[in-house]
């Protein structure tokens, strides 16, 4: 049975980092493409990163564009999202989710597969 769990959520302080964790089981990662999304409240979900079958990564979100990044552990079979210069506005429950194909895509709807969510905050 597929699984995802994230985690590495939190609150921090503008300007500073997370590191989030999106373990997966009943599966293995280079046959899938993994995405990352945030629903901030009120909000829409939206697309942040990706990293496909191949381990090549893709950002869809211009607001985060060189402060977040995307990696990939086969080893431990878990995609990180590495989060620099963290602003309130990032504010939000962060989600990874699947997609059995090895391409990716930005949009919700071609995920059949999420975790729970991590909140982070960034606060002072």
């Known amino acids: 049975q597929l699984q995802l769990v994230e985690s590495g959520g939190g609150l921090v302080q503008p300007g500073g980092s997370l590191r989030l964790s999106c373990a997966a089981s009943?599966?293995?990662?280079?046959?899938?493409?993994i995405g990352w999304f945030r629903q901030a409240p009120g909000k829409e979900r939206e697309g942040i990163s990706c990293?496909?079958?191949?381990?090549?990564?893709?950002n869809y979100s211009d607001s985060v564009k060189g402060r977040f990044t995307i990696s990939r552990d086969n080893a431990k079979n878990t995609v990180h999202l590495q989060m620099n210069g963290l602003r309130p506005e990032d504010t939000a429950v962060y989600y990874c989710?699947?997609?059995?194909?090895?391409?990716?895509?930005?949009?919700?709807?071609?995920?059949?597969?999420w975790g729970q969510g991590t909140q982070v905050t960034v606060s002072s």
């Open positions: 989710a699947a997609r059995g194909t090895f391409y990716c895509s930005p949009s919700v709807s071609a995920y059949p597969d």
């Open positions: 990293i496909n079958g191949g381990g090549v990564s893709i």
């Open positions: 009943g599966f293995t990662l280079n046959r899938y493409a």
